[in-house]
């Protein structure tokens, strides 16, 4: 079929469906226009009705208006209490993992009962896990950590390797304790 005849083909169909389409709106129009009056009636029959006066006593009239208030308080202060900024899943100390310790980057995993464990360190140039060297001075160890993929060298730390992992698991824990991860997450 060539486009010269499939415009004419889709203006014809296009013809049809509006005079169908118009055809039912004219049918349809006189419904909603007696379904809209009958309701216009009804709504203000049902005002005439509520106008009335009606006898009650006061107590219930003050009964009613300290109720509504009370409603009205409590649907406030629902609204207003799901508006309050909830801490986010990304807030939460379960998903503290990461922190930097005298020039080293160290990763743990987090238990539901905020217990660290298999606490790394990392290289804070290239990202590579740091292996740990000793070095004794006279009785006083000395651990650095060097990078096999970069070559960066961390401070000393004035401790064993094992020394040091007790004391980062107990900064971890002080840090957790004080607050102090919400920096280290920003």
Known sequence: MAKGERNIRNNVIAGVLATLIASGIIAFVPVVRDFVLRLAGQSLGLL???????????????LLCLGSVCFALLVAAFLVSRRAPRPSQEESSLNYRKDEFGGVVWRWRMESDFEPYTISAFCPVCDMQLEAQTERYGYAPSTYFTCDKCHYR?????MDPGELQAFMLREIQRRLRTGEWRQAKK
């Open 48 to 62: 005439q009705y509520l106008k009335r006066p009606v006898a009650l006593p006061l107590w219930l009239v003050a």
């Open 154 to 158: 961390s401070q000393p730390f004035n």
